[in-house]
């Protein structure tokens, strides 16, 4: 049913409507991983994972209609009082699997296209250069990168690196002690091994909060992307709480127009109208809502 709805919003040009709608603001998509797997695999069973060549038609459609900037770019953006240009669309990346280095950077590389990966530190392990050899096997589905293939990637292309804390640990579930411990040595370990600009954090789960943005704020981050959907104010949108638009592996054609357009952030929103989230929910977006987001805040 919910294929049948995209399309039909995408074939009467509702699609083309909200990106106009939302010209002025940016777009950041929310990947996880890409794969060579032709089907979805035993432990992917979200479906978190974007087979390679839907990921590769996906950004074929980004470069025929949207503007990719960087993360960084957006900000500096704000900053300075700068216009993007219409149709600007951020790509992140959660989790830091492998499967980043050999399946997406590839794609993004003969693109030539920037994208932000946010890394587990803990499951980052020390490593080298990984050499020319990057071919993809299915362990790069459920491993991490590692520090050598990290600064590989930021040396080889447009890539920034950010933080998905130490643990991946629920935030509001851990003391202010644990969070703030979360926060600073994930932040210093990404400094350390990788230098450069304070980087930006995305929140385990999608789940946050305003004390939660305020410690990230004075913790040092850049910014911090949450799992809420809708498009960007490039000013008045909290740079803390920057809405992200979940894709999965069966986002293709009118789907991921529909999630790109900022359609799907809409029927989102109207279906919190007539379902309206309980007292104590979390500020994260409800994956409940009638036309659920690709994936699951649950591997965010």
């Known amino acids: ?9 995408h074939g009467v040009g509702v699609t083309r409507l909200a990106a106009w709608w939302n010209r002025k603001r940016v777009i950041i998509l929310c990947y996880h ?22 990921f590769e038609s996906q950004l074929d459609y980004l470069r025929s209609r949207y503007h ?22 951020v790509l992140t990346f959660d989790d830091g699997f492998r499967n980043f280095l050999t399946a997406a950077a590839p794609c993004l590389a003969r693109r030539k296209m920037p994208a932000s990966i946010f890394i587990i530190t803990n499951n980052t392990a020390e490593g080298g250069d990984p050499g020319p050899d990057r071919a993809w096997t299915p362990a790069d589905d459920r491993t991490h990168l590692s520090w ?26 851990l003391s202010p002690e644990e969070t703030g411990r979360e926060l600073r040595d994930s932040y210093a370990a990404v400094v350390e091994n990788l230098g450069g600009a304070p980087p930006a954090l995305s929140y385990p789960k999608g789940e946050y909060s305003a004390v939660l943005s305020r410690l990230a704020r004075a913790t040092g981050y850049a910014c911090a992307v949450t799992a809420d ?5 490039p000013a008045r949108t909290d740079p803390f709480a920057l809405g992200r638009t979940l894709i999965g592996d069966k986002d293709g054609g009118a789907a991921f ?44």
């Open 1 to 9: 049913m919910k294929r049948i709805i995209f399309a039909l919003l």
């Open 148 to 173: 050598g293939e990290v600064r590989a990637l930021v040396s080889g292309q447009d890539i920034e690196v950010g933080s998905h804390t130490c643990s991946h640990t629920r935030l509001p579930a």
């Open 229 to 233: 959907g809708g498009a960007n104010d």
């Open 33 to 54: 991983g890409v794969t060579e797997r032709g089907t979805r695999g035993p432990t992917d069973p979200h479906g978190i994972h974007v087979p390679r060549p839907l």
């Open 68 to 89: 990719v900037v960087s993360l960084r770019d957006y900000l500096a953006a704000r900053r300075e009082g700068r216009k993007l240009p219409d149709y600007s669309v």
């Open 257 to 300: 127009a529909v999630r790109v357009s900022g359609v799907r952030d809409w029927l989102a929103r109207l279906g919190s109208i007539f379902s309206p989230r309980a007292p104590g929910a979390s500020s994260a977006r409800a994956e409940d809502a009638p036309l659920p987001a690709a994936g699951s805040a649950e591997n965010l």
